[in-house]
C-alpha cells in the first residue's frame, strides 16, 4: 500500500516524534507508526539534562514540559568508600526529571497538533528492500492494529524505533557488542528518604544505580548490572519491552544491592517500590554509519552506549531534528544521500559519545572504579567538570533558569 505519507516514521518515541514534529510543521505529510498506545511505559532513569532542554526549547514545547517536571540543578556521584560530589550545571542552566509515560505523550501531542497522523498499536516488522534499485528502502511491513499485515511505502522512511530496532537489526545496521554487555532493572519507589533537586548516580564495584526525584515525591530508581548478576535471571518473560522479565528477579536484585549498601540502606527504610521492576538487557547497541537509501535512522535505533551518562534522550532529540532536516533534504532532491545522516550525527556526537565509552569503561573495571573514587575525592573540581559534560551542559545554550520548572517537591 501506497500510503499518502512523505515520510513514514517508525517508533513515536522522542526521536520520532521530534522528527515528525519538525517535518508537520514544514508541512510534510507524516506517518507516525507505533506498536505501543500512548501514554506507554519506558525504562529509563527520567532525566532530560540542559542539552535535551535546549533542543525542547528551540522546538518550542519547553514549557509544557517544565510545567509537569521536576527542576534538576545538577547530579551528585558517588563511589564505594563513601566518596561523592556534587556538579551543579551552572548559572541558568538546568536539567528536569519527568516520567517518561508523560513526557513522551506530551510530545506526541505535540507532533498531532502540528498535523502529523500516528497509527497506534502497528508493530513494524521490518523495512521493504528495493534491492533491483541499489538497494532503496521503500517503506515497512507492518503487522496493524486488527492483526493485518500489510506494506506501507512513503518516499521517506525514519527508523526511531530505540534500542532493539527491528529495521536497524534487520538490515544489519546495529547489533550488540561483545562488550560490555550490562542489563538495567528499574521501578519507581515511594518513600525514598533524602532525595532533592539532584540526580544521583551510585557507582559501585560493578554495577551502578541511579535515582532521580519525580514530581509527587516519587523516585526513579535503575539498577545496572554486569552479564554475570544477569545471569542469574529466570528466563520467564513478565512485560511487555522486556528481553528478561522476571519482575520478583529484579526487585530482589535491587533490594539486595540496596541493603548491602551503607550509604542507601537508610534512605530506602520504609520505601516502597510501586511496580515490579522492568529488565532489560544487553544494553549497549553499536550501529553500522551507513544506511540504504530512503532510510535514515534515528535516536537509539543508531546505536545506544550506556544510561549511565543519562544524555540518551539529548541525543535522541537532536537525532531527531537532524533526521527531519535529512529527510527534507531528501524529499527535494531525492533519495540520493546515502550515509550523510550518519555523517551529520558521527561529527556532532563523536566527541560526547567518545567520552560515554570512557566512562562506561571505568565503570566496569573494579579496580578503575576504586582509583576513580579516590581520585574524586582529591580533585572533586574534575568530577564536577565531567558531571557538567556529561549533562551536556558545558557547550550547551542555556536553558534560563527564569522559565522556572515548577517548585521541587518535597522529599518524601
Ligand atoms: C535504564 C535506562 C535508563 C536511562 N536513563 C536515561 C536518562 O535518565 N536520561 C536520558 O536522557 N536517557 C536515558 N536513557 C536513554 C533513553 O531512554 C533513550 O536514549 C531514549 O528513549 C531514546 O529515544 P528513542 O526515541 O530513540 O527510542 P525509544 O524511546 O525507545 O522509542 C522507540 C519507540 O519505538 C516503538 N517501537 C519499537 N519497536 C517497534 C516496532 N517494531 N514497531 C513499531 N514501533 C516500535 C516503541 O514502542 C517506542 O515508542 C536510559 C536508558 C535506559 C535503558
Request: with cysteine; charged share 20%.
Amino acid at each position: 500500500m501506497v500510503s499518502e505519507a512523505d515520510v513514514l516514521i517508525v517508533g513515536a518515541g522522542p526521536a520520532g516524534a521530534t522528527a515528525a514534529l519538525v517535518l508537520a510543521r514544514a508541512g510534510v505529510r507524516v506517518l507516525l507508526l507505533d506498536r505501543a498506545r500512548f501514554p506507554r511505559p519506558k525504562l529509563c532513569g527520567d532525566t532530560l539534562n540542559p542539552g535535551a532542554l535546549a533542543v525542547l526549547s528551540r522546538l518550542g514545547v519547553l514549557d509544557d514540559v517544565l510545567g509537569a517536571a521536576l527542576p534538576l540543578e545538577g547530579m551528585t556521584v558517588t563511589g564505594p568508600g563513601g566518596a561523592a560530589v556534587t556538579g551543579r550545571y551552572g548559572i541558568g542552566m538546568a536539567g528536569a526529571a519527568l516520567p517518561r509515560s508523560e513526557f513522551d505523550l506530551l510530545l506526541v501531542r505535540r507532533a498531532l497538533a502540528a498535523g502529523a497522523s500516528l497509527e497506534e498499536g502497528s508493530n513494524v516488522l521490518g523495512a521493504l528492500v528495493d534491492d533491483a534499485a541499489g538497494p532503496l528502502v521503500r517503506g515497512v511491513t507492518v503487522v496493524g492494529p486488527a492483526g493485518r499485515r500489510l506494506e506501507v511505502c512513503a518516499p521517506v522512511t525514519i527508523a526511531a524505533d530505540g534500542r532493539r530496532s527491528r529495521i536497524a537489526f534487520g538490515l544489519g545496521l546495529a547489533w550488540h557488542p561483545a562488550r560490555p554487555r550490562r542489563w538495567a532493572i528499574g521501578t519507581y519507589f515511594e518513600g525514598v528518604r533524602g532525595v532533592g533537586s539532584v540526580g544521583e548516580m551510585h557507582v559501585r564495584p560493578g554495577h551502578y544505580l541511579g535515582i532521580a526525584p519525580l514530581p509527587g515525591g516519587l523516585a526513579n530508581v535503575c539498577l545496572v548490572v554486569p552479564e554475570a548478576m544477569a545471569r542469574q535471571r529466570p528466563s520467564t518473560r513478565t512485560r511487555p519491552g522486556s528481553s528478561l522479565g522476571a519482575g520478583a528477579w529484579g526487585a530482589a536484585l535491587i533490594d539486595a544491592v540496596i541493603a548491602g549498601d551503607p550509604s542507601l540502606r537508610d534512605r530506602f527504610t520504609g520505601a516502597r517500590p510501586l511496580f515490579p521492576p522492568t529488565v532489560l538487557g544487553p544494553l549497549a547497541v553499536d550501529g553500522a554509519p551507513r544506511a540504504p537509501r530512503g532510510l535514515l535512522v534515528a535516536g537509539d535505533a543508531a546505536g545506544f552506549v550506556d544510561p549511565m551518562t543519562g544524555d540518551g534522550m539529548r541525543f535522541a532529540l537532536r537525532g531527531g531534528e537532524l533526521a527531519a532536516a535529512e529527510a527534507l533534504r531528501l524529499l527535494r532532491d531525492g533519495p540520493d544521500a546515502e550515509g550523510r545522516l550518519a555523517r551529520m550525527m558521527a561529527r556532532e556526537f563523536a566527541r560526547k559519545r567518545a567520552f560515554n565509552r570512557a566512562l562506561r569503561r571505568l565503570a566496569g573495571s573494579v579496580a578503575a572504579v576504586r582509583i576513580s573514587a579516590l581520585a574524586g575525592s582529591l580533585r572533586p573540581g574534575l568530577v564536577a567538570w565531567a558531571i557538567r559534560y556529561a549533562g551536556d551542559a558545558t557547550g550547551a545554550p542555556g536553558v534560563s533558569r527564569s522559565t522556572t520548572p515548577r517548585a521541587a517537591a518535597p522529599a518524601a
